[in-house]
């Protein structure tokens, strides 16, 4: 059964390997930190099938491990300028609001310097168009594929791209101005 297990572990990591590091690439720039995450991913699922779990798509697993040791990592790091917040990734605007939430310059670890940019986050989401906000919600905060969107609603990927950028956008517009005020207080 060892034997069958980690047979199973090797076809995982070498059939998933290059896709998640891809995945993690897109929002870590530096390859050395990237690398290490894929490692925690990698070394979550051994131990995870070692204590005999069972896991219906292992694909869908790895991904979701994958988001939450990103996020991890920025809250671990949390540093970068508002403006890197957002990034283009494969045509499509991304906004990481684990990073936003957890910037060093805006001494986030202050509880009302916290809570104005929690406020002021929710309220913009609030804003947004029902279509773009639930798009935005989903992909960002429940870390669902544009893939797993579509299939859900029946909205083409295309289409929730195009509302995920503009909610993006606004967003952005929206919440630049409040964090110049709270960098220049």
């Given amino acids: 059964?060892?034997?069958?297990?980690?047979?199973?572990?090797?076809a995982t990591v070498k059939q998933e390997?290059?896709?998640?590091?891809?995945?993690?690439?897109?929002?870590?720039?530096?390859?050395?930190d990237a690398e290490?995450?894929?490692?925690?991913?990698?070394?979550?699922?051994?131990?995870y099938l070692k204590l005999g779990s069972q896991i219906d798509s292992i694909t869908g697993w790895l991904f979701a491990v994958t988001r939450n040791k990103i996020t991890d990592w920025f809250r671990k790091k949390k540093e970068s300028p508002f403006a890197?917040?957002?990034?283009?990734?494969?045509?499509?605007?991304?906004?990481?609001?684990p990073e936003?939430?957890?910037d060093k310059n805006l001494e986030a670890d202050t509880?009302?310097?916290?809570?104005?940019?929690?406020?002021?986050?929710?309220?913009?989401?609030?804003?947004?168009?029902?279509?773009?906000?639930?798009?935005?919600?989903?992909?960002?905060?429940?870390?669902k594929s544009f893939k797993e969107i579509s299939e859900e609603t029946g909205v083409g990927v295309n289409t929730l791209l195009s509302r995920k950028r503009y909610a993006v956008l606004y967003l952005r517009d929206r919440l630049t101005e409040l964090y110049q005020e709270l960098l220049n207080d």
């Fill in 100 to 102: 936003l939430l957890s």
């Fill in 84 to 97: 890197d917040h957002t990034r283009e990734i494969e045509g499509e605007e991304v906004l990481f609001l």
């Fill in 1 to 10: 059964m060892a034997i069958e297990q980690n047979e199973r572990i090797q």
């Fill in 111 to 143: 509880p009302l310097v916290k809570k104005i940019m929690y406020e002021a986050i929710m309220e913009a989401i609030d804003e947004l168009p029902p279509d773009q906000r639930q798009v935005f919600l989903q992909h960002e905060v429940e870390g």
């Fill in 17 to 32: 390997r290059k896709r998640l590091l891809h995945f993690i690439r897109q929002r870590v720039s530096n390859t050395s």
């Fill in 36 to 47: 290490d995450i894929l490692q925690d991913v990698f070394y979550q699922f051994t131990e």
